[in-house]
C-alpha cells in the first residue's frame, strides 16, 4: 500500500484525517465542518481525503491539507496507527466506515452504526448542516454557514463575465445545449459578457453551444472557456463572475462559496439538501416530476421541466 509522504504526516504533529472521497461540489459543502475541525483541534495537521484533482479546491479552504485518495475501494494511504482523529465525512455505508475503521485512529467522529457512537443518520437536511450537526454531537462547533472560499491566487481570465456552465458529472443533471445556447443568447442581448465553461470530457458540449449560439447571432469563442482551465482559474473565474448559470454542479456551488448570483437547475437531487445557501441564487427545478436517478444518463424530467423562460426571468429577478 502506498502511504502518505511527510508532507503530510509528522511525527510531531497529531493527525486529524477527514474522510470525503467525491466531487467539488461536495467539498464545498463540507467547508463548514472542516472550519469547524481546524478551529477545534488547532494543532493538528488536517488532511482531507479526497480525489487528486481536486486538491487546487482544498488550499481554498485554508488550514487543511490535501490526501489524494482516488476512493473507497482502497485503504487509505497513512500507515495503520499513524491518525489521531478520523472523521467520516464521506457518508454513513459500510465502505467509508470500513476505510475509518482501518486507520485505527484513536478517535473516531461518525455518524451511529455498530459499535461507533454518533448521531443519526437522517435525511431531508442540507448538506452543509448535516456534517456540521455531526460535529456538533460530539461537541465541536461548526457554523453551516461558514462556506465561503478564499480567493485563488490567479486572478480571473474573464472579471466581470457571466458564467454559463454547460457540464456536469452525470447525464441526468445535464440540461439541453440547445436550452443553454438560448439563453447564452439572451443575455449576450443584452450586454453580458458571456463564456462557457466545463470539464475537458464537456468541451465539445461547449462547442456546440457555441456553435448554436453563433447561428442566432452570438459569436462566443472567445468565451469558450471550457477544457481549457485547472481548478483554480476556474474558481477564479466564477468568483470574479457577474452571474453564474449551472445545473447541480461544482460550478454552482462555487457561485455561492465567492456569493456571485447564480440561477442553478435541478433535476435529481432534492434542492433543500444540495441547494445555495441564503444569498442571491435562485433554484429552478419541478420537484413533482423529479425521478431522482442520479445516475441516468438521460436528464430527469424535472430539468427537463425548467424552460429557458425561467432562467431568463430568474436572471431578470436577480436584476443582473
Known amino acids: 500500500m502506498t502511504t502518505a509522504s511527510d508532507s503530510?504526516?509528522?511525527?510531531?504533529?497529531?493527525?486529524?484525517?477527514?474522510?470525503?472521497?467525491?466531487?467539488?461540489?461536495?467539498?464545498?459543502?463540507?467547508?463548514?465542518?472542516?472550519?469547524?475541525l481546524h478551529r477545534a483541534f488547532p494543532g493538528h495537521r488536517i488532511l482531507y481525503a479526497a480525489p487528486a484533482w481536486?486538491?487546487?479546491?482544498?488550499?481554498?479552504?485554508?488550514?487543511?491539507?490535501?490526501?489524494?485518495?482516488?476512493?473507497?475501494?482502497?485503504?487509505?494511504?497513512?500507515?495503520?496507527?499513524?491518525?489521531?482523529?478520523?472523521?467520516?465525512?464521506?457518508?454513513?455505508?459500510?465502505?467509508?466506515?470500513?476505510?475509518?475503521?482501518?486507520?485505527?485512529a484513536n478517535r473516531v467522529i461518525a455518524h451511529e452504526s455498530p459499535g461507533i457512537d454518533g448521531p443519526a443518520w437522517i435525511t431531508g437536511i442540507p448538506e452543509r448542516e448535516r456534517w456540521t450537526r455531526l460535529l456538533g454531537w460530539h461537541g465541536i462547533d461548526a457554523d453551516p454557514l461558514d462556506y465561503r472560499l478564499n480567493r485563488p491566487a490567479?486572478?480571473?481570465?474573464?472579471?466581470?463575465?457571466?458564467?454559463?456552465?454547460?457540464?456536469?458529472?452525470?447525464?441526468?443533471?445535464?440540461?439541453?445545449?440547445?436550452?443553454?445556447?438560448?439563453?447564452?443568447?439572451?443575455?449576450?442581448?443584452?450586454?453580458?459578457?458571456?463564456?462557457?465553461?466545463?470539464?475537458?470530457?464537456?468541451?465539445?458540449?461547449?462547442?456546440?453551444?457555441?456553435?448554436?449560439?453563433?447561428?442566432?447571432?452570438?459569436?462566443?469563442?472567445?468565451?469558450?472557456?471550457?477544457?481549457?482551465?485547472?481548478?483554480?482559474?476556474?474558481?477564479?473565474?466564477?468568483?470574479?463572475?457577474?452571474?453564474?448559470?449551472?445545473?447541480?454542479t461544482g460550478a454552482a456551488h462555487l457561485a455561492s462559496a465567492y456569493g456571485r448570483p447564480s440561477v442553478v437547475l435541478f433535476g435529481p437531487a432534492p434542492a433543500e439538501e444540495w441547494g445555495p445557501p441564503p444569498g442571491p441564487h435562485v433554484v429552478l427545478t419541478a420537484v413533482e416530476l423529479r425521478r431522482g436517478d442520479v445516475f441516468s444518463a438521460d436528464p430527469d424530467p424535472a430539468l427537463l421541466a425548467v424552460s429557458v423562460g425561467d432562467v431568463v426571468d430568474a436572471v431578470e429577478r436577480l436584476g443582473c
Open 8 to 36: 503530510c504526516l509528522s511525527k510531531d504533529q497529531p493527525v486529524l484525517l477527514a474522510l470525503r472521497a467525491l466531487k467539488l461540489g461536495d467539498l464545498l459543502v463540507a467547508v463548514p465542518a472542516l472550519r469547524g
Open 54 to 104: 481536486i486538491g487546487e479546491a482544498v488550499e481554498l479552504v485554508g488550514g487543511i491539507h490535501h490526501l489524494p485518495t482516488p476512493g473507497l475501494d482502497d485503504p487509505l494511504a497513512v500507515p495503520r496507527g499513524t491518525v489521531d482523529i478520523a472523521v467520516n465525512l464521506h457518508g454513513n455505508g459500510p465502505e467509508s466506515r470500513l476505510r475509518i475503521e482501518e486507520l485505527q
Open 154 to 248: 490567479v486572478p480571473s481570465p474573464r472579471p466581470g463575465a457571466t458564467v454559463i456552465h454547460v457540464g456536469a458529472a452525470y447525464g441526468s443533471r445535464l440540461w439541453p445545449v440547445e436550452r443553454f445556447a438560448d439563453v447564452a443568447v439572451h443575455l449576450a442581448a443584452a450586454g453580458h459578457q458571456v463564456v462557457l465553461t466545463g470539464g475537458t470530457s464537456e468541451r465539445v458540449r461547449a462547442e456546440e453551444t457555441a456553435a448554436l449560439a453563433k447561428l442566432k447571432g452570438a459569436n462566443l469563442d472567445d468565451g469558450l472557456l471550457a477544457g481549457r482551465q485547472g481548478l483554480a482559474e476556474f474558481a477564479a473565474t466564477i468568483g470574479g463572475a457577474r452571474l453564474v448559470v449551472s445545473a447541480d
